[in-house]
């Protein structure tokens, strides 16, 4: 493989994704983009930033300032920030028939901008999140991690309410959680043997039981086992120090127990640049690692380098996997 080739989806198109997308179209990669999704959109986009763009059939040569694009009509037009249910279906069939595409072998990866997960609910569409709709798409068991130049933090438990978290935590989870982190490092990622810190759940790991037992009773056994099939892991560690510099040398990524433990520490150490992959699937999808900004679409305002920096690493990871 030369160029991998892209498939882009700008997600809600009230946001700010469309106008990411459109400077994205501005600049040279070392991939091929396609955007899948509403033409009319990504055009008020590029027409409120005052920015060329050329939309193409989905055989053309991409270059700057020129898009090619599977056009997936959204039935109604929006105004920037305002989201609308009645787009809820064809925001949905964007991602769907992105991800078919990449299933089929017409493209190399999967780039997605964000998505607005009330709007789709409104219009009648059970949705939870992209990654879920990916791997039931796909029938594939799947782990996030969000990444930026500093850390990777995957994640043992996403969008749950605290309470339900160590419930939630189970031994045979976190062995099948380990297994898609530690191929998708070494046959994703190029390490041959990745190190993987993991935290406990509790406030010092637990303290040998005496701030719970979850770290006894679940993780130290799965870690155990892990260990039995080759990985190397340290921890389960506490949660308070293992993002100390000292600490993450040598590490190429960090299992959290949920999502609040890790990912303030990875959005604070570089939000602008972090990206959110989803692990286990049968091609590289990077997203963005932000929401939908309806309070600046339109503006110009919107930072593109989350985006900037998914393409860049989709187009990385999908290069390897050509090359493997």
């Not at 992105?98 to 089929?104: M, P, Q, V």
């Not at 010092?204 to 006894?216: F, K, Q, T």
């Not at 303030?264 to 091609?283: D, R």
Request: charge should be negative.
């Amino acid at each position: 493989m030369t160029r991998p080739r892209l498939a882009l989806v700008p997600g809600e198109p009230a946001g700010v994704g469309p106008e990411l997308c459109v400077r994205a179209a501005q600049r040279a990669w070392d991939a091929d983009l396609v955007a899948f999704g509403d033409a009319r959109s990504l055009r008020d986009a590029a027409d409120a930033l005052g920015l060329p763009l050329s939309l193409a059939g989905p055989d053309a040569v991409a270059a700057p300032g020129v898009l090619p694009i599977v056009e997936i009509t959204a039935p109604r037009a929006t105004a920037f920030g305002h989201p609308d249910a009645a787009n809820a279906g064809s925001t949905i069939a964007a991602l769907e028939r992105a991800g078919r595409a990449c299933l089929d072998g017409a493209f190399d990866g999967l780039v997605t901008g964000p998505v607005h997960k009330a709007a789709i609910n409104d219009g009648g569409i059970a949705y939870t999140g992209t990654t879920g709709l990916l791997a039931a798409q796909a029938g594939r068991e799947v782990v996030m991690m969000l990444a930026n130049d500093i850390v990777r933090v995957a994640l043992a438990t996403t969008h749950l309410p605290l309470r339900d978290v160590p419930d939630a935590i189970t031994r045979d989870g976190l062995l099948r959680t380990l297994r898609i982190l530690h191929a998708s490092l070494r046959d994703g990622f190029g390490i041959a043997r990745p190190r993987i810190a993991v935290l406990g759940l509790n406030p010092h790991a637990g303290e040998e039981g005496h701030l719970g037992r979850e770290e006894l009773d679940v993780i130290v056994p799965a870690l155990d086992q892990a260990r039995g099939e080759g990985m190397d892991l340290a921890g389960p560690l506490p949660a308070d120090t293992a993002f100390l510099p000292a600490k993450l040398a040598g590490i190429d990524a960090v299992l959290a127990m949920y999502h609040d433990q890790g990912l303030p520490v990875l959005k604070y150490s570089g939000f602008e640049q972090a990206v959110n992959l989803t692990l286990g699937l049968p091609y590289p999808r990077v997203a963005v690692d932000h929401g939908t900004a309806l309070d600046i679409a339109g503006t110009g305002a919107a930072d593109p380098s989350s985006l900037f920096a998914a393409i860049a690493q989709c187009a990385r990871l999908a290069a390897a996997r050509g090359r493997a």
